[in-house]
């Protein structure tokens, strides 16, 4: 009986200690203890502008690479030529993407000085994301932007961002794949673009 009862303890604690193990991965998985789309927005905003006080490709390019939807915006930017750039290419692409948006704005901030970004507002999270309405003071003039948020686990990337009524990403479909286009249709010849810039 005794053995039984030691047994039992055994057996039962073994049960106890693994269910709160599965107790504790639910709640750290749980929405609740998730990043609220708006608290992240502001903290990539601050980061944006701490890079562009930096002023250096490094410094966007670090927070592209953290935030940025980078497979997803690549892909679409290619547009019909996704397919035309083989698997293995695809992160050199990525890279030499960055690298290309991280340069072009460490070249342009200068022109635009951010002096505060706030978040105004966020909608409701669906399978689609979230979308993350911000106001930006550049200069001292205050500019309504709206940010496309998608989850990635306990947090989110960026997809895309609004300003003055225009998707940041059409702007950049419509350069990659004209370029690409002039260019015999070749997706490489823009990753060699991309590049050199």
């Avoid at 927005?41 to 953290?66: D, P």
């Avoid at 309504?144 to 989850?151: G, I, S």
Wanted: proline content about 5%; some cysteine; charged content about 15%.
């Amino acid at each position: 009986m005794q053995g039984g009862r030691t047994a039992y303890r055994r057996n039962g604690g073994s049960r106890l200690r693994v269910g709160l193990a599965v107790c504790i991965a639910m709640l750290a998985h749980s929405p609740a203890f998730a990043e609220a789309p708006g608290a992240y927005m502001q903290r990539v905003m601050n980061e944006l502008i701490a890079a562009q006080r930096a002023g250096t490709v490094n410094a966007f390019s670090t927070v592209l690479r953290k935030h940025m939807d980078v497979q997803s915006i690549g892909l679409r930017a290619l547009g019909p030529h996704a397919s035309a750039l083989p698997k293995p290419d695809r992160p050199s692409y990525y890279s030499a993407m960055i690298n290309f948006i991280g340069k072009y704005a460490a070249k342009e901030s200068p022109k635009y000085r951010v002096t505060a970004a706030v978040v105004t507002g966020q909608s409701a999270e669906s399978a689609g994301g979230a979308t993350v309405d911000t106001n930006i003071s550049v200069d001292g003039s205050p500019y309504d932007v709206r940010w496309n948020l998608v989850r990635t686990g306990q947090s989110f990337k960026v997809r895309d961002a609004q300003v003055l009524g225009f998707w940041v990403s059409s702007s950049l479909d419509t350069l990659f794949q004209n370029y690409i286009t002039e260019n015999g249709n070749n997706p490489r010849a823009l990753v060699v673009a991309l590049n050199r810039y």
